[in-house]
């Protein structure tokens, strides 16, 4: 178990739809990453929080935004749902950047559109 | 051009060989790396990090990196079915985010 929760497992929803998924970091840990596997793609960086405070983005589309919030748990929302984004989307978590630390992933949502 | 690139495999070994798996990178400035090995339907996790060129063993797993080249590599030893994973291999490119390759899938056979 790595520590970092995320919420829910599995979602399955129709085309133009939104859905907001959830990231619990591990304790202690700052940062908060999303990424995007598609099996052709790999995993993608989509956004980073630090502290709150948006860090740094990826290949996120517009339709797409996070948040993270006092507590740090982050959100991930994608609206607009195209059959395209069906993919497995991971947070992970470490203390404050990568420099010297490790990420540490959590299990990951599976987002089918239908 | 990706800045990580892997074989995506799959590999497929029985029991006991030695595994190779292998990265390359076009990017200079990545200055360490990281082996995360992936279960099916589960998040990466990961294995090792190693920053600079040379080897760094832990266990069954030998880590190399070569600068010069711009390859890293991943062995093995006496590989186990419960070794079948997907294996990738990243770099941090500043503290912003980690690049990773596409994954190779490993398969050991009994």
């Known amino acids: 178990d790595s520590g970092v929760t995320q919420t829910p497992k599995h979602l399955i929803t129709a085309t133009g739809q939104r859905v907001t998924l959830r990231c619990s970091p591990r304790?202690?840990?700052?940062?908060v990453y999303w990424y995007q596997q598609s099996l052709d793609q790999g995993l993608q960086f989509l956004i980073q929080?630090?502290?709150?405070?948006?860090?740094a983005k990826g290949n996120i589309l517009e339709r797409f935004s996070a948040q993270q919030f006092p507590d740090l748990h982050s959100e991930l929302n994608l609206s607009s749902l195209e059959l395209g984004d069906s993919a497995l989307y991971f947070c992970?978590?470490?203390?404050?950047?990568?420099?010297?630390?490790?990420?540490?992933f959590g299990q990951g949502t599976r987002l089918t559109v239908v | 051009q990706k800045e990580v690139e892997q074989d995506p495999g799959p590999l497929s070994v029985p029991e006991g060989a030695i595994v190779s798996l292998n990265c390359t990178y076009s990017n200079s400035a990545f200055q360490y790396f990281m082996w995360y090995r992936q279960y099916s339907r589960k998040g990466p996790e990961l294995l090792m990090y190693t920053y600079s060129s040379g080897n760094k063993e832990d266990g069954r797993f030998t880590a190399q990196v070569d600068k010069s080249s711009k390859y890293i590599s991943l062995f093995i030893r006496d590989s186990q079915p419960s070794d079948s994973a997907t294996y990738l291999c990243?770099?941090?490119?500043?503290?912003?985010?980690?690049?990773f390759g596409t994954g190779t899938r490993l398969q050991v056979f009994p």
């Open positions: 992970a978590s470490s203390g404050a950047g990568y420099s010297g630390t490790e990420a540490f």
């Open positions: 304790s202690g840990d700052l940062s």
């Open positions: 990243a770099a941090p490119q500043g503290t912003d985010k980690l690049i």
């Open positions: 929080y630090y502290n709150g405070e948006e860090r």
